[in-house]
Antibody, heavy 121, light 110 residues
Framework: QLQLQESGPGLVKPSETLSLTCTVSGGSISSTNYYWGWIRQPPGKGLEWIVSIHYSGSTYYNASLKSRVTISVDTSKNQFSLRLSSVTAADTAVYYC?????????????WGQGTLVTVSS | QSVLTQPPSASGTPGQRVTISCSGSSSNIGSNTINWYQQLPGTAPKLLIYNNNQRPSGVPDRFSGSKSGTSASLAISGLQSEDEADYYCAAWDASLDGWVFGGGTKLTVL
């Protein structure tokens, strides 16, 4: 059974960089069949897709966040990571990592439990 | 200001049939398939419907989806108390080259 687990600091100061890692178990992040992504949800609000990456390096970004987002894959650890720079209070959210099958319209079918990141001094 | 538009709330009594709408445009729903997610309180979203009307293994057939033009609907028949959750529609947007979500609909079982 595939499992995804987010990890990282729960508190980040304004203007600093948010860093999160998603550890994948029960499956290989190096599979050609899947993209891996990050989606966030501000408290009490809806879902916002951030970015998706294939282990080969192919990446899709939310245009509104692209200038601040870095995503990477570590196949040796079966992990992928998100960095979001210059954070503000508006970046406070539960951050989910998720998997989707290759193919633009295929959905995110496996999700992590999410991790709350608060931006505050 | 979500790209896909959903009603903020819906409600029904046990056993009733309810529908939740999702409205978009030609660049998302109009040209790509729609997916629906169920988010129970305090949990991660769960894929409920994909490819407009397909149910993943384990999703009861009480849940169904449809699409027409630039709109889509999620229907829940035989409403149960455990269906009380937030529901989100999602689609790939060819103009934005990315995923867009609806703002979510909170379903209350009265």
């Amino acid at each position: 059974q595939l499992q995804l687990q987010e990890s990282g600091p729960g508190l980040v100061k304004p203007s600093e960089t948010l860093s999160l890692t998603c550890t994948v178990s029960g499956g290989s992040i190096s599979s050609t069949n899947y993209y891996w992504g990050w989606i966030r949800q501000p408290p009490g609000k809806g879902l916002e897709w951030i970015v998706s990456i294939h282990y080969s390096g192919s990446t899709y970004y939310n245009a509104s966040l692209k200038s601040r987002v870095t995503i990477s894959v570590d196949t040796s650890k079966n992990q992928f990571s998100l960095r979001l720079s210059s954070v503000t209070a508006a970046d406070t959210a539960v951050y989910y990592c998720a998997r989707k099958t290759v193919g633009a319209t295929n959905p995110f079918d496996y999700w992590g439990q999410g991790t709350l990141v608060t931006v505050s001094s | 200001q979500s790209v896909l538009t959903q009603p903020p709330s819906a409600s029904g009594t046990p056993g009733q049939r309810v529908t939740i709408s999702c409205s978009g445009s030609s660049s998302n729903i109009g040209s790509n398939t729609i997916n629906w997610y169920q988010q129970l309180p305090g949990t991660a979203p769960k894929l409920l419907i994909y490819n407009n009307n397909q149910r993943p293994s384990g999703v009861p057939d009480r849940f169904s989806g449809s699409k027409s033009g630039t709109s889509a609907s999620l229907a829940i028949s035989g409403l149960q108390s455990e269906d009380e959750a937030d529901y989100y529609c999602a689609a790939w947007d060819a103009s934005l080259d990315g995923w867009v979500f609806g703002g979510g609909t909170k379903l209350t079982v009265l």
